[in-house]
């Protein structure tokens, strides 16, 4: 949502940038320009404060001396900072700032949602894994800090001290689970240290399979990691121990890791809409396939996100065909407004052929920071783009982007994420797809880039050589993933070069429609009670089955649970008004029973049944036992009781003695042997 307007404190930073505030959107023209905001005319900054009024700073390097100021002055209003030095201010001479900077300040106004947190107990349990004396040492540097045990995966080289402050165990890490404040470890041949130990460490009788849990993971090991995407894995520090400033950093890091942290629960599940599975049949394992950090795991028919381990990259939620994994950091309607908000104040200030870098917090500010400090910034048209990792883009927001009016979307990923795209390239892959089949440009819209030089950046900012719409339009990002998807490509498609009622899309797309062989269907409704998107329903009053093409995700949980294998998937957008309708894929005339005439199953299906059965099983010789064929359930049932050899019936029923038969058989002389006697 838009913030309520705001004070904007612009400054030049000693006169090297050239600022005109006439010609930036959203202040006015008699707002100052200051040359030294942080240093000689800091008091306009405590002026501002004294209003009261929330205020952008335009400003990132200084925001820690503001922040202390604001402090200091007790003020309470909101306080943005935006960096309009190194990502517009500090470029190459021809370049205009001004739409740029008017596009960022614009962006700062948007107020995003906060994400829920998850809170995390550490109480300092921290568990040293490493070889000999390196381990030992680091082990006992923690001991004061840190509540610490040390596993020796290797005892050789070690020289035991005369005070030994830690607990020391022998073995080797089986498995790890867990994260920060709550880790699981399996130990095989583990063994306590033999407190007479001479000379060499000596150890108790080891064992398989012993477990322990911790809080905190110090891994000097030097061998394979033992958590999946180890940097993303909080309270596990994983460093080389033949590295002394590495293993000092981190004993530096881990020993603050004690207390009650928050850390953003970065998306939120909705097992109702998942396509997972059904019935023990698999469907969709996108977010299973994209998890770098494991955080996801399969739960039967649903899955499970351990929002501990999560590390917020996003993949999930962005290559979701149902949007049952969403991110919350920011949601989605926050992402796409900020987009809008960017690129429609860049381009109402003036600024043309727009390039969005979508780069993280870290490795693209320093690279964004090393360009502008020692080369020549970026070009004016590119604009910078911050998100918490760059793979929280779906096909939805990358088509929003486009609709915007950039002319290209250009991702940059650290190095040490170059591996974790895959999920990001399917979603490139599905955006161009749909941009080509609109006429627009095929390729080259989106990027990936795992660049680790700040001057070989422009290579990647030319614009595509194929049109993309030429009006920059917006919408209101309402309604789940597939609704937004589908509200953006509606309006691409109006303005098409080539508009088109369907578009053919990759195999792994999640647009499509399903094929059934009529000739192989029984029309069992399987498909239907497996669908989770209930694209696929039946009909109460007749044997019939309909899809609604908008709906179908292509998760081929039909396919999979069909017995007759007859249907087929194909995957491809459909824009008419008919793909939002049911459209009926197969029906028959209803079976009626020959007894009562209820309707039940299908012509065709019984007149099978009685060709493969009649005649030719033990059960189905006779014409009046063919007839239970054609009967309905309760009518069958019926008919089979009244057959002489029925299996239904077990012989007369004796008849039950009672005190008057004794009374009676007394008067004629009969005697109780008598009644006991057999026949």
């Not at 990502?87 to 906060?114: C, F, M, Y």
């Not at 207390?259 to 970065?266: D, I, Q």
């Not at 649970?561 to 008004?577: D, M």
């Not at 239904?648 to 006697?677: H, M, N």
Request: charged share 20%.
């Amino acid at each position: 949502m838009n913030a309520p307007h705001r004070r904007v404190l612009l400054c030049n930073c000693e006169k090297t940038m050239a600022l005109d505030p006439a010609r930036i959107d959203g202040v006015g023209d008699d707002t100052p320009i200051h040359t030294q905001l942080c240093r000689a005319q800091l008091s306009a900054f405590e002026t501002a404060l004294a209003t009261g009024e929330p205020m952008t700073v335009a400003c990132t390097q200084e925001a820690p001396l503001f922040g202390e100021v604001a402090e200091d002055a007790g003020a309470g209003q909101q306080i943005t900072f935006v960096n309009i030095r190194e990502t517009a201010g500090w470029s190459a001479r021809g370049n205009d700032p001004h739409p740029k900077i008017s596009a960022l300040l614009a962006e700062a106004q948007v107020e995003a949602a906060p994400a829920p947190l998850h809170s995390i107990e550490s109480d300092g349990v921290c568990l040293v894994y490493g070889a000999g004396q390196a381990a030992l040492d680091a082990a006992r540097a923690l001991e004061g800090r840190l509540s610490v045990s040390l596993l020796l995966s290797d005892a050789r080289d070690l020289m035991l001290p005369a005070v030994l402050e830690v607990p020391v165990h022998s073995g080797r890490i089986r498995t790890v689970g867990g994260s920060l404040g709550g880790f699981s470890v399996t130990v095989d041949g583990y063994a306590q240290i033999l407190p007479s130990s001479r000379g060499a460490a000596q150890f108790a009788m080891p064992r398989d399979g012993a477990k322990a849990t911790c809080s905190l993971i110090l891994d000097l090991s030097g061998e394979t990691p033992l958590v999946t995407a180890p940097a993303k894995r909080d309270g596990y520090i994983r460093v080389d121990p033949k590295d002394p400033a590495a293993v000092a950093r981190a004993l530096f890091d881990i020993s603050d890791m004690v207390g009650t942290f928050e850390k953003p629960v970065y998306v939120q599940y909705d097992a109702s809409i998942c396509a997972h599975g059904r019935s023990g049949k698999t469907g969709c394992t996108n977010c299973l396939d994209a998890c770098p950090a494991g955080a996801i795991t399969s739960a039967g028919d649903t899955i499970a996100v351990d929002a501990g381990i999560c590390g917020g990259c996003g993949s999930c939620a962005a290559h979701c065909p149902t949007g049952a994994v969403s991110y919350q950091y920011p949601t989605r309607a926050d992402l796409i407004t900020r987009l809008q908000t960017l690129l429609g104040a860049y381009h109402k200030a003036g600024g043309r052929e727009p390039v969005l870098l979508v780069h993280d917090g870290s490795h693209g500010v320093d690279l964004i920071n090393a360009k502008a400090r020692f080369g020549d910034g970026l070009p004016g048209n590119v604009l910078p783009f911050v998100t918490h990792a760059v793979t929280v883009f779906g096909h939805d927001a990358m088509l929003a982007a486009v609709l915007g009016g950039a002319r290209r979307l250009v991702f940059l990923c650290p190095p040490s994420q170059a591996e974790e795209t895959a999920a990001l390239q399917a979603e490139i892959d599905l955006a161009h797809a749909l941009l080509a089949g609109m006429g627009y440009a095929g390729a080259g819209v989106f990027e990936i880039t795992v660049e680790a030089d700040p001057d070989a950046l422009d290579r990647h900012f030319a614009k595509p050589d194929r049109s993309l719409p030429a009006a920059p339009a917006s919408f209101r990002p309402v309604g789940g993933k597939r609704d937004v998807a589908r509200s953006a490509i509606s309006r691409l498609i109006a303005d098409a070069p080539q508009p088109v009622e369907t578009i053919a899309l990759p195999a792994s797309a999640p647009y499509g429609r399903i094929s059934i062989d009529t000739d192989g269907c029984t029309l069992c409704l399987a498909c239907v009670s497996a669908c989770p998107a209930n694209a696929l329903a039946d009909n109460p009053d007749r044997p019939q089955v309909s899809f609604t093409e908008a709906a179908c995700v292509q998760c081929g949980l039909c396919e999979t649970t069909c017995p007759e294998s007859v249907i087929t998937l194909e995957a491809r957008y459909n824009a008419t008004a008919e793909a939002m309708r049911p459209t009926v894929l197969h029906e028959e005339e209803p079976a009626t029973c020959v007894s009562c005439g209820k309707p039940f199953g299908t012509k065709s299906s019984i007149a099978r049944i009685r060709e493969k059965l009649s005649g030719k099983h033990w059960m189905f010789q006779r014409e009046d036992q063919i007839a239970l064929i054609e009967m309905c359930d309760d009518c069958r049932i019926a008919a089979q009781w009244e057959m002489s050899d029925t299996p239904l019936r077990s012989g007369q029923r004796p008849r039950i003695v009672t005190t008057d038969d004794y009374l009676e058989a007394d008067k004629g002389g009969w005697s109780v042997d008598d009644f006991l006697k057999d026949d």
